[in-house]
Nanobody
């Protein structure tokens, strides 16, 4: 099983980036994005259910980021708009074989598989 994240880069504040995460090997009921800024703990960003119709966001990104899935391509996306310097971090895609209850979707230990991370740098 592999999760391959891509799409990171350097962007100015106010700009946009789209991250992708290709999943191979098996089907996941829950997928999400986390991020880790230098010197900080890993932080939950967003989660999407396998159907693609149920999405959840951290307050810090709500209204600016959009998570989506293409089940045919087995790919999850994170469209990031209105980026801020505080969004600078390594972004990780994560997936779980089981459905994660709503109260636990922000817990990294609930996800069984992780991608390698992609660096997003937002300059001011």
């Amino acid at each position: 099983v592999q999760l391959q994240a891509s799409g990171g880069g350097l962007v100015q504040a106010g700009g946009s980036l789209r991250l992708s995460c290709v999943a191979s090997g098996r089907t996941f009921l829950t997928m999400g994005w986390f991020r880790q800024a230098p010197g900080k703990e890993r932080e939950w960003v967003s989660t999407i259910r396998s159907s693609g119709t149920s999405t959840h966001y951290a307050d810090s990104v709500k209204g600016r980021f959009t998570i989506s899935k293409d089940n045919i391509k087995n790919t999850m996306y994170l469209q990031m708009n209105s980026l801020k310097p505080e969004d600078t971090a390594v972004y990780y895609c994560a997936a779980g074989e089981r459905r994660i209850i709503l109260s636990a979707i922000n817990r990294a230990d609930m996800y069984t598989d992780w991608g390698q991370g992609t660096l997003v740098t937002v300059s001011s």
